[in-house]
Nanobody
Framework: QVQLVESGGGLVQPGGSLRLSCAAS??????????LGWYRQALGNERELVAT???????NYADSVQGRFTVSRDNAKNMVSLQMNNLEPEDTAVYYC????????????WGKGTLVTVSS
């Protein structure tokens, strides 16, 4: 079992920055065998990928956040973070932390989400 807890959401003006963090824990969790990442879901939309990072540090970003967001992980601390710069109103969504076993890609673990609101 894996537990994921997000933090760092809030209200920010357009052009501002926020940093999201996700702490992973659980009796079987070892971060070096999980892909970690962030997804988001805006009101009325489906959940979409924001960024993922493999145990070895390979990164994938959604086109909409490329160049503005940076994902990172700390395997020793079992944490994944998302630095979000130059935020736009379209980034408003609930952001979810995700963990996916490398050897079982059909299994997903999710946090409860943290709300990011970009508004003036």
């Amino acid at each position: 079992q894996v537990q994921l807890v997000e933090s760092g959401g809030g209200l920010v003006q357009p052009g501002g920055s926020l940093r999201l963090s996700c702490a992973a824990s659980g009796s079987i969790f070892s971060s070096n065998i999980y892909h970690l990442g962030w997804y988001r879901q805006a009101l009325g939309n489906e959940r979409e990928l924001v960024a993922t990072i493999t145990p070895g540090g390979n990164i994938n970003y959604a086109d909409s956040v490329q160049g503005r967001f940076t994902v990172s992980r700390d395997n020793a601390k079992n944490m994944v973070s998302l630095q979000m710069n130059n935020l736009e109103p379209e980034d408003t969504a609930v952001y979810y932390c995700n963990a996916r076993p490398v050897d079982l890609p059909t299994m997903d673990y999710w946090g409860k989400g943290t709300l990011v609101t970009v508004s003036s």
